[in-house]
């Protein structure tokens, strides 16, 4: 929020941008300086926003009755680099229970899992 206010944004607007573009900074900031001659828009737009919202866990879980879900972890995606516009990003998947790494065009058994640096988490509904 600071970084998107020193920019000269007012924070109403910084926080509506930010809630429109489900909180990816980059994207808010495009909006905001797409939209300096409207900025009121921005405002309008994230209440629209929030009236058609996906529901909750909570509000969807009573719908199921297929019994209490267990997962089990079996990829993720990282990112190697220090900022979100240049890097690389790679997969690990789990095969017959060992961490694969899978990088462009090299495969190779990862010995040292980076677990708590995953951008995006996959998993595997078990059954029972």
């Known amino acids: 929020i600071k970084e998107l206010m020193s920019y000269g944004f007012q924070e109403k607007y910084v926080m509506a941008a930010l809630k429109t573009n489900a909180g990816n900074q980059q994207k808010a900031a495009e909006l905001l300086f797409n939209s300096m001659d409207n900025l009121e828009s921005i405002v309008a737009s994230s209440q629209e926003t929030s009236k058609n919202k996906p529901p909750t866990s909570e509000e ?20 190697i680099g220090k900022q979100i516009c240049s890097g690389h990003y790679v997969a690990h998947i ?5 961490w694969v790494i899978y990088d462009d065009t090299k495969v190779a058994l990862s010995e040292a899992t980076p677990f708590r640096h995953g951008y995006m988490y996959l998993y595997s509904r078990l059954d029972g």
């Open 94 to 98: 789990k095969r017959d229970g060992k």
């Open 60 to 79: 969807i879980y009573c719908e199921l009755s297929d019994g209490d879900g267990k997962y089990q972890l079996v990829g993720f995606v990282s990112h």
